[in-house]
Nanobody
Framework: QVQLVESGGGFVQAGDSLRLSCAAS????????MGWFRQAPGKEREFVAA?????EYADSGKGRFTISRDSAKNMVHLQMNTLKPEDTVVYYC???????????????????WGQGTQVTVSS
């Protein structure tokens, strides 16, 4: 059974940094797309960043967020710098099981999702 488990969320001050991690178990994802999304209560889940054959970022995180993966450990990370109060939401990890040549920002391409980790940024 494939599982994705996020960690690293927490409560920080504006301008601080956090590093989110997603550990995948049950299969290896090689270079297949893995992504980070976030969702505020009552809103649609929105794309943050993804990595596969290339990296892709939402405008909201460009210059502040960096996605990376450790294939040997089957993990993907999201380094978030200069956090803002509007980054306060639940962050989700997602993974796709097959090679994929399209854009990574669509939620529908992913096969598995984690349970999410809360990030709270205080002003």
């Amino acid at each position: 059974q494939v599982q994705l488990v996020e960690s690293g969320g927490g409560f920080v001050q504006a301008g601080d940094s956090l590093r989110l991690s997603c550990a995948a178990s049950g299969r290896t994802f090689g270079n297949y797309p893995m992504g980070w999304f976030r969702q505020a209560p009552g809103k649609e889940r929105e794309f943050v960043a993804a990595i596969g054959g290339f990296t892709e970022y939402a405008d909201s995180g460009k210059g502040r967020f960096t996605i990376s993966r450790d294939s040997a450990k089957n993990m993907v990370h999201l380094q978030m710098n200069t956090l803002k109060p509007e980054d306060t939401v639940v962050y989700y990890c997602a993974a796709k099981y097959q090679p994929y040549a399209g854009v990574y920002r669509r939620t529908t391409i992913y096969d598995n999702w984690g349970q999410g980790t809360q990030v709270t940024v205080s002003s």
